[in-house]
Structure formats: structure tokens, C-alpha cells
């Protein structure tokens, strides 16, 4: 039991598959409406710890690497969907979004929608 402690780093690299492409979707949506140093840092050193202890963990057992499948297993399994769909694309989704609904508003101009575009104000008076 005493041997086992390296367990506790399996924890989050657990929780990561279900719970990772939401936190990596709202951290690509903060690094498009805050960009900066900060917001960057994030998006890497948040997955940092689950992303290297699955890849430890699929790496160093390597006894297996004489396998013929044992590449393509690694990047199918880990590099493609870990890392690619779990953790990637949630993040590039998020920062798409956000940039392309601002060019899309940019594009319409700063008048659209206002009142000095023509419409009728239907606010309520003060």
C-alpha cells in the first residue's frame, strides 16, 4: 500500500476525460476575450499534469514497445484522442467561437443595431 502513492497523480489525468474539454473550452474562450500572457499560461499549465501523467503512464511500460501496434496504439490513443480531442479541439472550438462571433459584429458595423442606424427607439422613457 505504501507503494502506491503515484495513484494520487492518476486522479485528475481521470477526471480530465470527462471534465477537460469543458475547462479547455472556457480557458479557449478566455484567451480570445483576454489576450495576454496570463490567460495563455493557463490554457498550458492546467492540462499540464493530467496530459504528462497519462503519457507516462502509456510511455513507460517498456516492455510493450516491441509490439507492432504500440505506435500506432500511442498516437491513436493518446496523442489523437488525449490529446487532440479531449484536450485540444474543446480549446480551439472555444477560441473560434469567440473570434469568429467578433468579426462577424466587427463586420457589421458599429452603427447596426443602434439608433442612429434608422430604427425607432422603443426604449422606455426616463
Not at 502509456?58 to 488525449?82: C, I, K, N, R, S
Amino acid at each position: 500500500m505504501s507503494g502506491d502513492w503515484w495513484v494520487v497523480f492518476l486522479l485528475p489525468a481521470a477526471f480530465w476525460v470527462p471534465l477537460g474539454p469543458f475547462v479547455m473550452a472556457a480557458l479557449g474562450v478566455s484567451c480570445a476575450r483576454n489576450p495576454g500572457r496570463r490567460a495563455r499560461l493557463a490554457s498550458v499549465l492546467l492540462p499540464l499534469l493530467p496530459v504528462t501523467v497519462v503519457g507516462v503512464v502509456a510511455v513507460f511500460p517498456t516492455d510493450t514497445w516491441d509490439e507492432e501496434t504500440w505506435l500506432a496504439d500511442f498516437l491513436g490513443g493518446y496523442v489523437g484522442f488525449y490529446i487532440g480531442l479531449v484536450t485540444v479541439l474543446p480549446w480551439l472550438l472555444g477560441y473560434l467561437a469567440v473570434r469568429v462571433s467578433r468579426a462577424v459584429r466587427a463586420r457589421r458595423g458599429p452603427a447596426a443595431g443602434s439608433v442612429a442606424a434608422g430604427q425607432e427607439d422603443i426604449s422606455p422613457p426616463r
